[in-house]
C-alpha cells in the first residue's frame, strides 16, 4: 500500500473520530440532541451509550482496547482506549447512571515509563 493511500487512509479514520468526539462535548450539555445529530450518524459511532457497546464498537472497527482507567471525583470512570501500536487513541467516560460518552480522540498515543519515586513521568 503507497503511503499517499495509508495517509489519506488514517486521515479519513482520523475525521471520523473526530466527528464522533465533537459530538460527545456537545452531548454533555444536551445529550437528546446530540445522540439524534446527523454527525454522529455518520460517523457511525454514538457519542454516548452503553460502555459495552461502545467498547465492542471501538474494538470492532478501530480495533481499540482499554489501557488505563481512573476514578473521578464526581464517580464517573475514565477510560483510554489505544490500539496495539498508538496509532490511535480514544478517552471514554462513563457516568454512575450508566451512561458512557466519547470526550477525546486522536492519533500517536505514547505510554511515559515511570521516573523516580515519587511518581514523576517522562519520556
Known amino acids: 500500500m ?3 493511500v495509508q495517509s489519506r487512509s488514517r486521515f479519513d479514520l482520523t475525521h471520523i473520530k473526530l466527528m464522533a468526539a465533537t459530538v460527545s462535548l456537545v452531548a454533555v450539555s444536551a445529550m437528546p440532541v446530540a445522540a439524534a445529530s446527523p454527525a454522529a450518524t455518520a ?10 457497546e461502545i467498547l465492542k464498537q471501538l474494538s470492532s472497527r ?15 470512570v475514565v477510560e483510554v482506549l489505544t490500539t496495539d501500536n498508538g496509532e490511535t487513541w480514544t ?4 457516568q454512575p447512571n450508566g451512561s458512557s ?4 480522540i486522536g492519533e500517536g498515543w505514547e505510554e511515559l515509563k515511570r ?3 515519587k511518581g514523576e513521568r517522562g519520556a
Open 115 to 117: 521516573v523516580g519515586a
Open 2 to 4: 503507497s503511503k499517499q
Open 101 to 104: 460518552c466519547l470526550v477525546a
Open 62 to 76: 478501530f480495533k481499540e482496547a482499554p489501557v488505563a482507567l481512573g476514578l473521578a471525583k464526581d464517580g464517573s
Open 91 to 94: 478517552i471514554l467516560v462513563s
Open 43 to 52: 460517523s457511525g459511532l454514538p457519542p454516548c451509550g452503553s460502555r459495552p
